[in-house]
T-cell receptor
Framework: ETGVTQTPRHLVMGMTNKKSLKCEQHLGHNAMYWYKQSAKKPLELMFVYNFKEQTENNSVPSRFSPECPNSSHLFLHLHTLQPEDSALYLC??????????????FGPGTRLTVL | GQSLEQPSEVTAVEGAIVQINCTYQTSGFYGLSWYQQHDGGAPTFLSYNALDGLEETGRFSSFLSRSDSYGYLLLQELQMKDSASYFCAVRDSNSGYALNFGKGTSLLVTP
């Protein structure tokens, strides 16, 4: 257990569905991240929130919409996804999002399949 | 832009030593991190090097040469449970405070 939880762990959705992924960290960190991990590809950074403010949006399509209501919770809202969006979505947190040795702690991920 | 290169696969025998190399191209380099990920699991932090030299943590060591834009992860006394993917990652001024990961090296430890 890393102190970062994600729900659901598995999600199957159709292209017209709307769903949300949830991430919660119990570490008192101030920065939270969404990554996408596809087979045979490196982890791709999607969004960064530092002290609840979005500081990075890595050219992610608008069908992915993040929300960070407080420093402990992060959501990823999904709508009209494509089959190529099927991947493992990982949430991570770190202490302050800026320290040079800032270690990131990852949640177990949500395995998303888009039909 | 930036890029990280690491071997895609490495196989080694239980009890042996293996070195996983990582070369990077980036700007405003802050440091090099290593993460381990078992199949179906989350990446977990192994080590971080900001300065040149070797950092040792138990059976794992990590090395950095900033002048060569190169680092490696050294795993000693390999155990079967070390079979996993190992990612190097850099934090630099272009990525703000986030990490950019290499494609990962899949390590298989055989009996």
């Amino acid at each position: 257990e890393t102190g970062v939880t994600q729900t659901p762990r598995h999600l199957v959705m159709g292209m017209t569905n709307k769903k949300s992924l949830k991430c919660e960290q119990h570490l008192g960190h101030n920065a939270m991240y969404w990554y996408k991990q596809s087979a045979k590809k490196p982890l791709e950074l999607m969004f960064v929130y530092n002290f609840k403010e979005q500081t990075e949006n890595n050219s992610v399509p608008s069908r992915f919409s993040p929300e960070c209501p407080n420093s402990s919770h992060l959501f990823l809202h999904l709508h009209t996804l494509q089959p190529e969006d099927s991947a493992l979505y990982l949430c991570a947190s770190s202490q302050d999002g800026g320290g040079s040795g800032d270690t990131q702690y990852f949640g177990p991920g949500t395995r998303l399949t888009v039909l | 832009g930036q890029s990280l290169e690491q071997p895609s696969e490495v196989t080694a025998v239980e009890g042996a030593i293996v070195q996983i190399n990582c070369t990077y191209q980036t700007s405003g380099f802050y440091g090099l991190s290593w993460y381990q990920q078992h199949d179906g699991g989350a990446p977990t932090f192994l080590s971080y090097n900001a300065l040149d030299g070797l950092e040792e943590t138990g059976r794992f060591s990590s090395f950095l040469s900033r002048s060569d834009s190169y680092g490696y992860l050294l795993l000693q006394e390999l155990q079967m449970k070390d079979s996993a993917s190992y990612f190097c990652a850099v934090r630099d001024s272009n990525s703000g405070y986030a990490l950019n990961f290499g494609k990962g090296t899949s390590l298989l430890v055989t009996p």
